[in-house]
């Protein structure tokens, strides 16, 4: 497991220190992401925390996944990064949020928005969970800086999040790998008992 010390909190569900490491590349505006994240609050994490049966042995990543195919991806993508600098405390809090209502930056809903539009959307939807400072944090992190073209105050995160996933041979969200590994057999569609039947076979410390 890599993870520069800045993206700590993507690391969302059980013990930082824990031997196993369950990594999960998700899009924002991915219908199957966004039904693995509930995945994670109702199944993963009452295993691996909380008292859990696995407590203190796996730990959970979220990956930025940005699939460029949605216009819109990018800029949710942005938008989570700028929440975990403006209130990482809120980060997986926002990401369940903007996953309950991607249908809002779906192509079609985007269509006619620009990325102003877009991201002024997706500032009043971080309204929901951070504070009023957090939020005009946030909304200067998105804004334009520097040259003509160099990006904004989470450009260099996002090209990590990007890279990462590059080098790592990954192509479609959801993916998920265990202990570096991808797990092929892993599915969105998982219940308690599946995640509970995997955890019971890959866990050894």
Known sequence: MALQPSLQPLIIAGNQNAPHTLEVFL????????KFSRAIDNFIAPLISGGGKYEGKVKVIFRLQVQPWHAASTLTHEAGLAVL??????????????FDNQDDYFDKATLDLTPRQIRDKLASLAGQVI??????????????????????????????????????SIHVSPTALWDGLIAN????????????????AKVTA
């Open 85 to 98: 600098k403006a209130s990482p405390d809120k980060f997986w809090t926002f990401s369940r949020l903007l």
């Open 185 to 200: 057999d892993v599915s969105s569609s998982w219940g308690e008992k599946e995640w509970t039947d995997f955890f019971a």
């Open 131 to 168: 504070s009023r400072e957090a939020v005009e944090k946030f909304r200067d992190l998105l804004a334009l800086k520097g040259s003509a073209n160099g990006g904004n105050g989470v450009t260099d995160d996002l090209k990590y999040n990007i890279k990462f996933a590059r080098q790592n």
């Open 27 to 34: 899009d924002y505006v991915c219908p199957f992401s966004a």
